[in-house]
Structure formats: structure tokens, C-alpha cells
């Protein structure tokens, strides 16, 4: 079956590419369980040098791959070239700080004690469409400095991504096998999974795809980390800079189309300034230029796949069935391409199943609140816990917001965002596990436990 880069502004085809056989994914598989048995015996250092290759080679030639992410998921070009960007952060991060995550770690026993880090084997990486390159090198740094190597079976709209990340790996020098992009289709991934020279899966996807590689993983005794969705909370406060506050939220619901699990989606504002947030917030959204991601000053391009325009704005009809109100947009714009307008709910009821649901585009819902008390009580009334963001001044309004939300980060009076030195992920249905910084390399480690018994004192 083929697997078709299609570019979302126009539904015209880019590349079409046959998924690998049976016997090919077994090869591969091969090759990467082969490169294990050497691959963490490369020095260290040799490990950092290449690291560091792969990061120029990004910075480098940014204008030449930045294209490929904008032509095949959407997102508008100087995003595309921000992306890039960081993913060579993230290469430099585990490059420099390798040495240090993987110390030994010296515990005071009676005897001479201490655990050492040792890397897993050969790792699945399954790895979404919306960041096509950052959501791969969050995992691939830290993997392949820690020594495992990793197969990466990415979303079917973005193989040219996917071939692209190989390349890159291979150019900065790392060994053949170390890294390696397998173009299959969803009912392909079972089998590998299965695979006992497969050691663990790592997934950032949707719940429904949490549940079952999980599910599977669990059976199967594998380790597994899972990154699902978001519904963030966008939390306004009276003491809160309102100004950069609202800036902030027209960015934080909009970023990557609307397409990010870490975006606001939620925007709880008290009810003292709820009037003003609301009228310049739609204001905002209204502002936002959309057109050819290709072009510099474009604000919004389409959405990734005609399924995710058809999904939203399913949802966008419940909602307002349920009783939501539209205050700007609500549509799927005419024309080729999966272009949707920058939307803005309000009255969404409790009852309703958008409520609870991650809307992925750029749909906003509004909820405004009397206390401190209820708008925590909103933020926390979700089955997701990702992330959450909230404006304030007051510090014992920031003391129990950060104690009290229930997420796996919380930014106060800035937006939340991923960072190679922070944690990254979340609890409930937003995952389980942790990408990035020290957290992030040592998910597929087996933290070894050494003890060398001192020789026993003479009896007296």
C-alpha cells in the first residue's frame, strides 16, 4: 500500500512511497540489533561529536529543510524554520550534558555502592505529524547519546520527514543501523512491536493510539512512554498584565494552526476582566493573517489532513448544539487546501463532549469565572493534564495555582512550551513518562544497582 506525502494548501500529491514488506521491516530490525551490540561501546565523546554534526547540519541548511516540514503538514515557513532551530538545541543539550545524566551515581552503603545507567536496545519511536522534526529529535538525541538506537515509524502524511531525519543521522556520522526510518502503514506496527529484539516504544499521539500500544506493551513486558493530548487551561487573573496576557493567548491557542498538544485550549478568565479578554481576544484571533504557508507573512496555514477539518468542525456543530455560542468563525473555509477559520466558543456546557474533548485547530473556548477557587476547579475538571499557563501577580495565587492544577507543567504569566533542559509530558489521559532533560534520556535506561562488598573485619 502506498504511503502519499499530499500537501494540506492545495490536496496536491508530492510523493507516493510502497510501505516496507514483512521481510523488509525484518531486515531492518536486524540491522538495528546488530549496531546495538557495538553502538554503546562507542566512546562517549565520539557519541557528542557526531551529535554535535547533526546540529550544525541543521543549522546549516535550515532553508533547505524547513521546506519539507511546511510542504507536507502545513505549518507556515519561519514556524517551519523555528522548529529546525530547536531541534538543534536539542542536539546540543545532550551533546554537553551526556556526561553528567549518565554519571554514576554514587549511594553511601556500607560496602562501595552505586547505579550506572545503561541504555535498553533498540527503540520504537512512533512519532506524530505535528512537529515533524521536534517531536523526532526530542527522542533521538537522548537516545542515541545514552547508546540505544531507534527505529522511527512516523506518521504516513510526513515520510519525506521521516527519510530526512535518517539522512541527517547518517551525515553527522553516526552508524548505519543506528537510526532508521521505517515507511509503514498503522497496521504494520503490532508486528514490530512484537518483535523480542524491539526493547521499548516510546509514542506521542492520540489517546486512542495511547491505549493500544500501551495496552500491547504491557502484555508484552516492554517499557513504553506515552505523550497523548491536551486540552491546556489558559488561566486570567485580575492582577495579571493584561495586555501581554491576551498577546499570549491569541499566540498559545494558534501555534503550529492550532495543531499543538501543549496549546491553550481552555481560557478561564475572571469575571472582573472577563469583558475586556473576551473583546480583544477575538479581536486577536480575527487579526490572523491565513494563506500559503509558504509565504513569510502568513499567521495560519491549513490544517494537516482533510480528517482533522472534517473532525473540528464535527465538533464545533456539537458544541453549538449543545448549546455553545459562535463568537468568530466556526467554519471550514472554501476553497482548496484544509484551511478553518480561527473560531471562538463561549457557553460550552459541562454536559457537552467538546467540553472534554482536545479540539486540534484553531478553536478556542471561553469560560468565565468569580474565583481563584473556580477557575482552578475548571482547569482541573479535564481528562487531560498536559500542560497549563496562568496570569497572575499575586504570589499566593501563583503559589496555589502551581501547587493545586493538576498537569504536567504549569508556566506562570508565560506560555507553555517544551525545552531539551525541562520534563516534558503529562498525567491522566495525557500520558505517561517523561521526554527531555535528564528525565527524558533515563526513560530507556536500566538504572543498574553495583554493589562491591568490602571484605569482611577480621572477628574480634
Not at 165 to 193: C, K, M, N
Not at 316 to 331: C, E, H, P
Not at 394 to 417: C, H, K, T, W, Y
Request: aromatic share 6%; charged share 20%.
Amino acid at each position: 500500500m502506498a504511503i502519499q506525502s499530499i500537501n494540506p494548501a492545495n490536496g496536491k500529491l508530492l510523493r507516493s512511497f510502497e510501505a516496507l514488506t514483512d521481510e523488509a521491516i525484518s531486515d531492518k530490525i536486524a540491522l538495528a540489533a546488530e549496531t546495538f551490540r557495538t553502538f554503546p561501546a562507542i566512546p562517549l565523546e565520539h557519541r557528542a561529536l557526531c551529535m554535535n554534526k547533526l546540529a550544525s547540519l541543521l543549522e546549516q541548511e535550515i532553508e533547505e529543510i524547513a521546506p519539507t516540514l511546511t510542504l507536507e503538514m502545513g505549518k507556515p515557513i519561519h514556524a517551519a524554520r523555528q522548529e529546525v532551530a530547536k531541534c538543534a538545541t536539542a542536539c546540543h543539550y545532550y551533546a554537553e550534558n551526556a556526561a553528567r545524566i549518565l554519571a554514576p551515581e554514587p549511594i553511601q552503603t556500607e560496602n562501595s555502592s552505586y547505579v550506572r545507567w545503561d541504555p535498553l536496545g533498540v527503540i520504537l519511536a512512533i512519532m506524530p505529524w505535528n512537529f515533524p522534526l521536534w517531536q523526532v529529535f526530542r527522542f533521538l538525541a537522548p537516545a542515541l547519546m545514552a547508546g540505544n538506537v531507534g527505529l522511527l515509524k512516523h506518521s504516513p502524511n510526513v515520510p519525506q520527514c521521516a527519510l530526512l531525519i535518517e539522512s541527517l543521522v547518517r551525515r553527522a556520522g553516526f552508524p548505519r543501523g543506528s537510526f532508521q526510518a521505517l515507511l509503514i502503514e498503522t497496521s504494520q506496527v503490532e508486528r514490530v512491536l512484537a518483535d523480542s529484539r524491539i526493547a521499548a516504544v516510546t509514542l506521542t499521539g492520540s489517546v486512542a493510539a495511547g491505549r493500544a500500544i500501551g495496552a500491547q506493551a504491557g502484555w508484552l513486558i516492554k517499557k513504553s512512554v506515552l505523550e497523548l493530548g491536551g486540552s491546556d487551561p489558559f488561566i486570567v487573573l485580575p492582577s495579571c498584565d493584561l495586555d501581554e496576557a491576551i498577546e499570549t493567548a491569541v499566540r498559545a491557542r494558534l501555534v503550529n494552526n492550532g495543531q499543538s498538544c501543549i496549546a491553550a485550549k481552555r481560557f478561564i478568565v475572571h469575571q472582573a476582566i472577563y469583558d475586556a479578554f473576551e473583546r480583544r481576544f477575538v479581536a486577536g484571533m480575527e487579526a490572523m493573517k491565513i494563506g500559503d504557508p509558504m509565504k513569510e507573512d502568513t499567521d495560519i496555514g491549513p490544517l494537516s489532513t482533510p480528517k482533522i477539518a472534517e473532525t473540528l468542525d464535527a465538533q464545533i456543530q456539537a458544541a453549538v448544539k449543545d448549546g455553545a455560542r459562535i463568537l468568530t468563525g466556526g467554519q471550514r473555509m472554501l476553497g482548496e487546501g484544509n484551511y478553518f477559520e480561527p473560531t471562538v466558543l463561549i457557553d460550552v456546557p459541562r454536559t457537552s463532549a467538546v467540553y472534554r474533548e482536545e479540539l486540534f485547530g484553531p478553536v478556542a473556548m471561553l469560560f468565565k469565572v468569580a474565583s481563584l477557587d473556580e477557575a482552578i476547579e475548571i482547569a482541573n475538571d479535564t481528562p487531560f493534564g498536559l500542560g497549563a499557563s496562568a496570569w497572575t501577580r499575586d504570589p499566593v495565587e501563583q503559589q496555589r495555582l502551581v501547587a493545586e492544577i493538576q498537569s504536567g507543567a504549569v508556566f506562570i504569566n508565560a506560555m507553555v512550551a517544551s525545552d531539551p533542559r525541562l520534563p516534558f509530558g503529562g498525567i491522566k489521559h495525557s500520558g505517561y513518562g517523561r521526554e527531555l532533560s535528564a528525565a527524558g534520556m533515563r526513560e530507556f535506561l536500566n538504572a543498574k544497582t553495583v554493589v562491591l562488598a568490602t571484605s569482611p573485619s577480621n572477628p574480634r
